[in-house]
Nanobody, 117 residues
Framework: QVQLVESGGGLVQPGESLRLSCAAS????????ASWYRQAPGKERELVAT???????NYVDSVKGRFTISRDNVANSVSLQMNAMKPEDTAVYYC???????????WGKGTLVTVSS
């Protein structure tokens, strides 16, 4: 079965950095589209960053220049480097993968990121 497991969430102060990782089993990230979503209390879940199997990336405007999504093909993992964090970044962050073979979507359970002084 496919499993996605996020790690790296926690409490940071504004201006600090945090890196999230998503480890996968049962799916090969380099043959899929991987994304990070986030959901703040009372808000809809939003797409933060995406990396395709070909390596192209996209970001929501609010994180451009601060966040970077990347893939490690050996470890079969996807990371989200978050710099210059703001209180508005506070949310539960979810890893998502869509198979290029079956077109099925898979989700991790999420990891909480809190930015506060």
């Amino acid at each position: 079965q496919v499993q996605l497991v996020e790690s790296g969430g926690g409490l940071v102060q504004p201006g600090e950095s945090l890196r999230l990782s998503c480890a996968a089993s049962g799916i090969i990230f380099r043959l899929a589209t991987a994304s990070w979503y986030r959901q703040a209390p009372g808000k809809e879940r939003e797409l933060v960053a995406t990396i395709t199997g070909g390596g192209s990336t996209n970001y929501v405007d609010s994180v451009k220049g601060r966040f970077t999504i990347s893939r490690d093909n050996v470890a079969n993992s996807v990371s989200l480097q978050m710099n210059a964090m703001k209180p508005e970044d506070t949310a539960v962050y979810y890893c998502n993968a869509q198979s290029g073979i079956s077109a099925l979507n898979y989700w991790g359970k999420g990891t909480l990121v809190t930015v506060s002084s």
